[in-house]
């Protein structure tokens, strides 16, 4: 996987305008697609989140400060989509995306390993503050033993789901993704 | 200082405006998320579009196959089941006082506290939080939040529904809840109550929210669990809980229309045909009621007698002309 592997610049690409309207829509778009196409890709009752893992992705290319942004208007369209607590999902994204930023500082070369690791991460931080949101705001209680086999069929499927988007990513935003 | 990480501030600021949105919705003081999600109903309806072109696709390879019997194909059976759902919708209606509603299931999720189902009704056909979901004659939730054009259907089974429930045969009453680890329970029945498995339980109506007599499931297991003080009572609820395509929500009576005042203008008609009616009848006079009886035909004699001319006879003098 030549696509995984290439060298990270310390200094996040600079970003012009219309660069951050291709990325906003870009992920917009992933939403879509994850909100129509959602129970034709779920396996045993999980579906993987092509959210997460495009988040993750432009959160390993741009840093964290432009991928906040996003991952705010993604999540909020995700709960209106799909009857969360308005902002839940935003919340949890935006920590995932700018905890995944500060992993990029971090490391110096993007590698399949890397995107694993920061995928089961992203996959384990959204899980778990989307379960505290529900519990605070709605009293759901969260179901541990459900919760075990989960995650790890989640953080499989949503790496996955990133093998996917890393090529259609790259092409869409082709040349945004590298600007520096 | 690793807090000045770049994306720090505009991270604080993600959160801040997440969780003031959290708390509001949380509040239910949005009022404008029905508007939002109404705009965003065309790609619900898509995703409903795509479903059902795969479901069709599943018929006619259904169709395709050799089969032994129509009966057996998948796409005779689902539409049977749907006749019987709402035939069975038909039936409650007279047992009810509500309008069922008929809608058509447009998302589902059966996922970890996502114990939903959007339908294609919303506050524009009627609907609105609270009210009752049947599916057949069986109650299976309750709508949890009414757009414009779709709504969110709480099912049984999710963590924040409790449901009064009353069983018939034993007389005795419980909460409907969901398990910790999956499933439903009624609670807060004896340890003695003699219930067996198999035995229906309905809506009681305790507490107002469902109507009564609706029924939520049949036991599937009653065991008296010693040093327990209530029943370890377990309930099967609808069948089509998680496959059905149509339900029902049930309207409530809707309230008598208050008599509107009249207007000016309708007032002074009204001032006029009084005033008219005194001029034609004095005050005080009953008015009696007038019946016009057609006359009888004449008879042949009668005709005889009209046609003659009457005789002039003279008038005896000091007979008074009349």
């Keep these: ?180 | 200082m690793r807090f000045l990480y770049p994306g720090f501030f505009h991270l604080l600021v993600a959160l801040f405006i997440s969780a003031s949105l959290i708390t509001i919705d949380s509040l239910g003081l949005i009022e404008a998320r029905h508007a939002l999600h109404s705009l965003l109903t065309p790609i619900e309806r898509l995703a409903g579009a795509l479903r059902n072109i795969q479901k069709t696709q599943d018929h006619l390879a259904e169709l395709s196959a050799d089969s032994p019997s129509p009966q057996s194909s998948f796409a005779f059976g689902e539409l049977t089941r749907e006749n019987a759902l709402l035939r069975q919708l038909l039936g409650l209606s007279f047992s009810v006082p509500y309008t069922p509603l008929p809608a058509n299931v447009i998302e589902s999720s059966i996922q970890l506290g996502e114990n939903y189902l959007v339908i294609d009704k919303g506050a524009m056909d009627g609907c609105a939080p609270d009210q009752t979901v049947v599916c057949g004659k069986y109650f299976i939730g309750r709508i949890d939040e009414a757009g414009l054009n779709s709504s969110r259907v709480e099912l049984l089974g999710a963590n924040t529904l409790r449901v009064a429930v009353y069983l018939p045969r034993s007389g005795f009453q419980g909460v409907l809840r969901p398990r910790p680890n999956g499933g439903l329970e009624i609670y807060y029945l004896p340890p003695r109550a003699a219930i067996q498995e198999g035995d229906l339980v309905y809506t009681s109506g305790l507490g107002g929210k469902f109507p009564r007599g609706l029924l939520a499931g049949v036991v599937s297991r009653a065991e008296s669990i010693p040093g327990e003080l209530f029943l370890d009572c377990l309930l099967t609820p609808s069948p089509h809980l998680h496959a059905t395509t149509v339900v029902a929500v049930l309207l409530p009576p809707s309230p008598p229309i208050p008599p509107t005042p009249p207007t000016t203008e309708e007032r002074e008609i009204e001032e006029k045909v009084l005033r008219e009616d005194e001029y034609e009848q004095p005050v005080g006079e009953e008015r009696e009621e007038i019946t016009v009886e057609e006359p009888a035909p004449p008879t042949t004699e009668e005709d005889e007698i009209e046609t003659t001319p009457p005789t002039e006879q003279p008038m005896e003098p000091g007979e008074e002309e009349r």
């Design chain 1, 1 to 180: 996987m030549n696509h995984t592997s290439s060298h990270i610049t310390a200094k996040a690409p600079t970003l012009t305008l219309n660069d951050r309207v291709a990325v906003h829509l870009a992920l917009l778009a992933v939403v879509l697609v994850q909100v129509v196409l959602r129970e034709f890709i779920s396996l045993w009752g999980v579906t993987p989140s092509l959210i997460i893992a495009a988040t993750v992705f432009l959160a390993l290319q741009l840093g964290p400060r432009a991928v906040v942004a996003c991952a705010l208007t993604a999540g909020l369209v995700f709960d209106l989509l799909s009857y969360h607590i308005l902002g839940s999902s935003a919340f949890a994204l935006c920590l995932t995306a700018w905890l995944v930023g500060f992993v990029r500082g971090l490391v110096f070369r993007q590698t399949l390993l890397l995107y694993l690791a920061t995928i089961c991460g992203a996959t384990l931080v959204y899980t778990i503050t989307i379960s505290i949101i529900n519990w605070l705001a709605r009293g759901e209680g969260v179901m541990v033993l459900h919760l075990l086999w989960q995650i790890p069929l989640s953080c499989a499927l949503n790496f996955i789901a990133l093998l996917v988007l890393i090529p259609i990513l790259k092409r869409v935003l082709k040349g945004r993704l590298s600007r520096g």
